[in-house]
């Protein structure tokens, strides 16, 4: 079953686009923020747009929902060829989230 949603979940972004925050329920946020340190997500961001690099997390721009935001980080993690488990995904959006974005 779980399986068969996660499938879901990768073969049908259009899906993931109507999700709300309750996608990030029971993510596992210490790995998220583990995998956020260990793969230079801020330092590459901070050497864009300087500071911290949280200004590049923009709530208001086109990522407007939690949806949205995960298969952002989907996206990212590809083109940087992290080679992420679904639920590795789930986690770092989530930490996003919690600490920038906040969707509900
Ligand atoms: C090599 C540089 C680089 C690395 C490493 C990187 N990013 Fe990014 N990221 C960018 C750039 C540049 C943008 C802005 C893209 C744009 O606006 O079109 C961006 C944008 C984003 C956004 C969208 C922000 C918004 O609200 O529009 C998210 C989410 C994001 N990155 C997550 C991550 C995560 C998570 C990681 C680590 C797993 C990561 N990025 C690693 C360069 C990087």
Same mark, same amino acid.
């Given at each position: %079953? $779980? &399986? @068969?949603?996660? =499938?879901? @979940?990768?073969? %049908?972004? =259009?899906? !993931?686009? /109507?999700?709300? =925050?309750?996608?990030? $329920?029971? !993510?596992?946020?210490a790995l998220g923020a583990r995998?956020? /340190?260990?793969?230079?997500?801020?330092?590459? #961001? /901070?050497?864009?747009?300087? *500071?911290?690099?949280? =200004?590049?997390?923009?709530? $208001? *721009?086109?990522?407007? +929902?939690a949806g949205l935001l995960r *298969? %952002?980080?989907? +996206?990212?993690? &590809?083109?940087?060829?992290?080679?992420?488990?679904?639920?590795?995904? &789930? !986690?770092? !959006? /989530?930490?996003? +989230?919690?600490? #920038?974005?906040?969707?509900?």
């Amino acid at each position: %079953m $779980k &399986t @068969a949603l996660l =499938a879901l @979940a990768l073969f %049908m972004p =259009a899906l !993931a686009l /109507a999700q709300g =925050a309750d996608i990030f $329920k029971g !993510a596992d946020l210490a790995l998220g923020a583990r995998l956020i /340190a260990e793969n230079k997500c801020v330092q590459c #961001h /901070a050497s864009k747009v300087g *500071g911290d690099g949280s =200004a590049i997390y923009r709530p $208001k *721009g086109r990522i407007n +929902n939690a949806g949205l935001l995960r *298969g %952002m980080v989907e +996206n990212c993690s &590809t083109q940087l060829n992290l080679q992420l488990f679904p639920e590795e995904v &789930t !986690a770092i !959006a /989530a930490v996003l +989230n919690r600490d #920038h974005y906040k969707f509900r």
